[in-house]
């Protein structure tokens, strides 16, 4: 099973941009679509986007962040990335990173391996 870490999180202003990282050991992710959730305070958590493990790497993005965020990966350093542009208030939550065996997943109950979150607050 992998094991995750995110990293990246903070405090930004509204129209700022962060860039989150996914450290995986304990198993290659090559294998693995990889996949970015929040989970904001109250709210349920929620898919925000998702990368399939062949080389093509296939994106696929929650509607609110589209055109906002995008989700990319490096194999070579075990590494998944969410660069976040033009962040809204809204965007304030725990994101967090997750692993699976499918080639991509939208459902949590897809992921078998989860990081423990990384906080990001958008505010003025």
């Known amino acids: 099973q992998v094991h995750l870490v995110e990293s990246g999180g903070g405090l930004v202003q509204p129209g700022g941009s962060l860039r989150l990282s996914c450290t995986a050991s304990?198993?290659?992710?090559?294998?693995?679509?990889m996949g970015w959730f929040r989970q904001a305070p109250g709210n349920e958590r929620e898919f925000v986007a998702t990368i399939s493990w062949n080389p093509d790497g296939n994106i696929y993005l929650a509607e609110t962040v589209k055109g906002r965020f995008t989700i990319s990966r490096d194999n070579a350093e075990n590494m998944v990335y969410l660069q976040m542009d033009n962040l809204k208030p809204e965007d304030t939550a725990v994101y967090y990173c997750?692993?699976?065996?499918?080639?991509?997943?939208?459902?949590?109950?897809?992921?078998?391996?989860w990081g423990q979150g990384t906080q990001v607050t958008v505010s003025s």
């Open positions: 304990g198993s290659s992710i090559s294998n693995y679509g």
């Open positions: 997750a692993a699976t065996r499918l080639w991509v997943g939208m459902k949590q109950s897809q992921y078998e391996s």
